[in-house]
C-alpha cells in the first residue's frame, strides 16, 4: 500500500497549489479519503475529507471557499485545490485513507488506515 504525495512548494499569500496524493495497493474508490496537515511545532489537524461512494465533501472553517478536495477513481488520485492562501497554511500536507468509505475527521493519525509521507507546503512573500 502507498500514498504518495506531490505537489507542494512555496506559494505566495493569495497564491494556489493544487496537491496531488497517488493511491496504490488498495481498493482506492471504496476508502474515504482525507486531507490532514502539521504545522512545524503543532500537532495534526483535520483539513478536509471526501467520502467514497457518495462524493460527500467536508472541510475544516478555516479553508471553506478557499480548498476543494476532490477524486479521481479511475486513476486511483486524491487531489486538494488550494486557493488563496496564508501564511497559516505553511504544513507538511497528508493524505490519509479512513478505515471504511466514510470521512474520517480525527487529528489522530491511529485513526487513518493508510497514511502518505507528506508534501511541505510553504507560503510566504
Known amino acids: 500500500v502507498q500514498l504518495l504525495e506531490f505537489g507542494g512548494g512555496l506559494a505566495q499569500p493569495g497564491g494556489s497549489l493544487r496537491l496531488s496524493c497517488a493511491a496504490s495497493?488498495?481498493?482506492?474508490?471504496?476508502?474515504?479519503m482525507n486531507w490532514v496537515r502539521q504545522a512545524p511545532g503543532n500537532g495534526l489537524e483535520w483539513v478536509s475529507s471526501?467520502?467514497?461512494?457518495?462524493?460527500?465533501?467536508y472541510y475544516q472553517d478555516s479553508v471553506k471557499g478557499r480548498f476543494t478536495i476532490s477524486r479521481d477513481n479511475a486513476k486511483n488520485t486524491l487531489y486538494l485545490q488550494m486557493n488563496n492562501l496564508q501564511p497559516e497554511d505553511t504544513a507538511v500536507y497528508f493524505c490519509?485513507?479512513?478505515?471504511?468509505?466514510?470521512?474520517?475527521?480525527?487529528?489522530?493519525?491511529?485513526?487513518?488506515?493508510?497514511w502518505g509521507q507528506g508534501t511541505q507546503v510553504t507560503v510566504s512573500s
Open positions: 490519509a485513507a479512513s478505515f471504511g468509505s466514510h470521512a474520517t475527521t480525527s487529528t489522530m493519525k491511529e485513526n487513518y488506515k493508510y
Open positions: 471526501i467520502r467514497s461512494i457518495t462524493l460527500s465533501t
Open positions: 495497493g488498495f481498493t482506492f474508490a471504496t476508502y474515504g
